[in-house]
């Protein structure tokens, strides 16, 4: 099946710097791609739509200014959260829609990202 | 608005089935999709179901009624490293995924 990979899987970092998590597809093309934060016992949480060329659309109580999404290519997008805060500690996971074929329906998950802000 | 239920724990004995449901209210639909996460992991896909009736997949079977908004996963021959999350989701007239806030099944030997 698709793969999705995530770099890095774990960053510790301190309060106040940027962290930067990338989004791959490795073996198909993702218009779309999508970023999601999960806190300890529940479910995800989208934070925001990745559409190559195009501005990312975030949801509701995501701010855009502190966590950055880059989607310039078919195969690559970039979630960088800005001056981390301990609050930011959570599981990020991206996932990218294969469309090959029109295939609108499949998400493959990547693998996520553990982000420890002390 | 936009609902996923489904329950939040359920114990099973190694070996036995399983059935976990999953109701669903989502603006449009375009399938429902169950995945499975063990704990600090992302979920992995199960099953994807777009129309009405049972999909086999190995041990793992999955069922749609969409008059009903409903479906449920099956799960055979439980073993111990079937002990995770079962995350519901439906996808909105938007293909965007509106999740479930997961199942703990337990499996107990």
């Known amino acids: 099946g698709a793969v999705v990979s995530q770099h890095p899987s774990w960053v510790i970092c301190k309060s106040g710097t940027s962290v930067k998590i990338e989004c791959r597809s490795l073996?198909?093309?993702?218009?779309?791609m999508f970023w999601y934060r999960q806190f300890p016992k529940q479910s995800l949480m989208l934070m925001a739509t990745?559409?190559?060329?195009?501005?990312?659309?975030?949801e509701q109580g995501v701010e855009k200014d502190k966590f950055l999404i880059n989607h310039a290519s078919l195969t690559l997008s970039t979630l960088t959260v800005t001056s981390a805060h301990p609050e930011d500690s959570s599981f990020y996971i991206c996932?990218?829609?294969?469309?090959?074929?029109?295939?609108?329906?499949?998400?493959?998950f990547g693998p996520g990202t553990r982000l420890l802000v002390l | 608005g936009q609902n996923i239920d489904q329950p939040t724990e359920m114990t099973a004995t190694e070996g036995a089935i399983v059935q976990i449901n999953c109701t669903y209210q989502?603006?449009?639909?375009?399938?429902l999709f169950w995945y499975q996460q063990h704990a600090g992991e992302a979920p992995t896909f199960l099953s994807y179901?777009?129309l009405d009736g049972l999909e086999e997949k190995g041990r793992f079977s999955s069922f749609l009624s969409r008059s009903k908004g409903y479906s449920y996963l099956l799960l055979k021959e439980l073993q111990m490293k079937d002990s995770a999350s079962y995350l519901c989701?439906?996808?909105?007239?938007?293909?965007?995924?509106?999740w479930g806030a997961g199942t703990k099944l337990i499996i107990k030997p």
């Open positions: 996932s990218a829609r294969d469309q090959s074929g029109g295939d609108q329906e499949t998400q493959y």
């Open positions: 073996d198909f093309q993702a218009t779309t």
């Open positions: 990745s559409n190559e060329g195009s501005k990312a659309t975030y």
């Open positions: 989502t603006s449009g639909f375009n399938g």
């Open positions: 179901n777009v």
């Open positions: 989701a439906s996808m909105d007239s938007n293909y965007q995924l509106i």
